[in-house]
């Protein structure tokens, strides 16, 4: 089934095309690593896809009426907000909020996604601490077990690892693998093209505002592509222990 | 939740009784009381009935009216200073109504003065978000707000000084701290609609404001039209806060103290926030106007005196606290 | 001739005195007065020689403060301004106790004589204001002639009746107690002041509340001025109203009320109408 189907998206931002033409289809099963150098149109592409962004070209997600596309698809912005102290149970709860009808408050079958949420991503621990006085890491767990209380099809974080450490990194990475394995899809903008490499099952790289290359990651990563849009050379290993891949050299 | 609803609204009904019975008067509470419900021949019943019962209900209406919009404000803005009197709100509403009655409005039509400081009130509010929209930080939304208040307070001088009513010039005093003396059932009868549809329309946003915790994006993917929670929020501040200063003049810091003081009771949910608002924000005017004729009994001390003497330096402190957060 | 004052010399002496005696009463009686003060301009266009007042304020023009606004029209009007009134060359200045002291001070120091006089706080004051108007403009005999006129009408108008009582309710609530004129003129009239008997003295303010509490047989209000304001919205309130179907309401002629003039009897006489109408 699918759950994005984007066709020739444009996004231009002050007279400059940020975005142009990108079209592609994203089906269940799929763990998606967004990759490209900064400003390459990463968080334009996936706010433009949620309908967030004046743009050209259509989006699935986007011409869905707000409340359905709550339903349809949890975000997870680059900027981790957190307004007020509320407790992390509360917060994680509030990804329930597409699914509340009418005056209606939690509800048992929230709850029970709640903590399925927190013990998912492992932050039982932190239910009732105060958001705002977690670290900047454990901030970030509150937020992605929040999008995942959202019990959505479709999840689209912006850079989620950012900032983590490498244990918080990887079973992170892990969860959003085993939601894809789950009949879900996860797309996932990332920098750290060593986890792409290894948890996802699909990568899209973005140069220029459209795409470079989209496929599985090794048909991805090739010498070419990371000369071309990342300026890098790389080792890219395939062992025992599942594909290896470091960014070695600069190439100007 | 519940013990603290519960609460509160003690408190509100323990505090509108006393403000039934305090009055130069010198009208024992009983009878006071007894005359207010049961009328009969005299002078009593009149106090009771057309002086001091307008004044307690008053005294609920502002405070729910300033503690609510004050909640919603700063629940849209994401930010503990937001308040109806600080960001200039008020003061526009009290140029909205200073120009209706100095241009004869006010008498033409009654509506008149509560609309006319509805517009005002809601130009305020629009021009805030312009100027410091949620993504402006705390130092925009002060600065806004300075700007904001000041133009409004000059430009209702200058109409009192051009009215041609001798008293006029005098009166920017109540416009800009308010006061609850000699109000009459007119005035409840002239505030309340706009109040309600106001207060319903902001209770509404309870869902809204919460989903606002993760940030503007989050919120919007999540299903909330931020075009229509912004345009609710205008509208209900708008009515609540220009019937309050149409009938009142402007008191500060309501908006401000209520939400902070109840932010920890109810786990600093901004939905939670709206309903205690509307008690907690009751039950400070109230309180504030029972001061008044306690504390100087003689003079019309300006309410928005006292609650500026408990706002302001916890203003202080928010600012204080806020300084090494936020730009 | 030595030793012994020749006659002729004492006569012309003699003379010479009695015209520097007769010349120095003749300059006691100033030639132009200016007068800058409401209160002093209506006594002194009653009691001045013809010619002899030269300025009047502008608020003795205007009939929402004087009582005699008809006659001011007859004067040069003056804004109270130094400026002006030294250009208007005066040798005699009629001030208030309360005029502009900058002014005051600045006329005093261009060698200008300026009287003040003080407020009138009671019916006993506006003679004393009356006899000393007629002194400092040394017009004696018309001082007497009104002192005596304003004696007459009172005693015919004074009452010992005092059953009913009035309450005098201005914009923003404000009300005159004892040691005001406005007290005088009430008492004078057979009324009890409310104000008084709840312990004001002066002017200042009385709650609604105490208003309606003391239920005063009469209502005395200003008449309402132009424009809108907040002040005089108590006016209209509900509670007012109701005392008003209660009670006898009645307007004042502000300006006889303000100054202690002989202008405060018609006052007195309008009061007197009132009460009597009260059964």
Known sequence: MTLLSLNDLSVRLRGRAILTGVTLDVTEGEFIGLIGPNGAGKTTLMRAALGLLPHEGTSSLAALPPAARGRAAAWMPQARDIAWPVTVETLVALGRTPHLGGWQGIGAADRTHVDAALDTMGIEGLRHRTATRLSGGEQAMALIARALAQETPLLMADEPIAGLDPANQIATMQVFARLAAEGRAVIASLHDLGLAARHCTRLILLGDGSVAADGPPADVLTPENLARNFHVSAHYATTPHGPVFQPLEVIR | MRPLALTLSALVAVLFVVSLTVGPAGIGARDGLAALILGGDGPEPLVMREIRLPRALLGVMIGASLGLSGAALQGYLRNPLAEPGLIGVSGSAALGAVLAIHTGLAAATTLALPMAALAGAGTGVLLILMLAGPRGGSITLILAGIAISALAASLTSLVLNLSPNPYAASEIVFWMMGSLADRSMTHVWLALPLMLAGGAALLTLGRGLDALTLGEDAAEAMGLRLARVRLTLVLGTAAMVGAAVAVAGAIGFVGLVVPHLLRPLVGARPSRILWASVLGGAAMVLAADIAVRLVLPERDLKLGVLTAIVGAPLFLHLIYKTRGAQA | ?279
């Open chain 3, 1 to 279: 001739m030595r030793g012994c004052v020749r006659p002729s010399r004492l006569i012309a002496l003699g003379l010479a005195f009695a015209l520097a005696g007769a010349t120095a009463r003749a300059d006691t009686a100033p030639a132009r007065v200016v007068s800058i003060n409401l209160c002093t301009d209506q006594l002194a266009m009653m009691l001045a020689a013809p010619e002899q007042l030269v300025s009047i304020s502008d608020l003795a023009a205007d009939p929402h403060s004087s009582a005699m606004a008809q006659e001011a029209r007859g004067y040069r009007i003056n804004h109270g301004g130094a400026e002006e009134v030294y250009l208007l060359d005066p040798d005699l200045v009629l001030a208030g106790a309360y005029s502009d002291p900058a002014t005051v001070a600045m006329l005093r120091r261009v060698g200008l004589r300026v009287v003040q006089f003080d407020t009138a706080r009671s019916l006993a004051d506006t003679r004393d204001h009356i006899a000393r108007m007629a002194e400092v403009l040394d017009r004696e005999e018309a001082g007497a002639a009104l002192i005596s006129r304003f004696d007459a009408r009172l005693d015919a108008l004074r009452s010992a009746d005092t059953r009913h009582s009035a309450a005098l309710y201005h914009p923003n609530g404000y009300s005159l107690g004892a040691g005001t004129l406005s007290d005088g003129i009430l008492r004078a009239a057979g009324l009890m002041n409310v104000a008084r008997s709840l312990g004001l003295r002066g002017g200042g303010t009385v709650a609604l509340e105490r208003l309606v509490m003391a239920a005063p047989d009469l209502l005395i209000r200003a008449a309402p001025l132009p424009g809108a304001s907040r002040s005089e919205a108590v006016m209209s309130h509900p509670a007012l109203t109701a005392l008003i179907t209660e009670t006898a309401n009645m307007r004042i002629t502000s300006p006889d009320w303000i100054c202690g003039t002989p202008h405060v009897l018609d006052a007195v006489e309008t009061l007197v109408t009132a009460r009597e109408g009260l059964e």
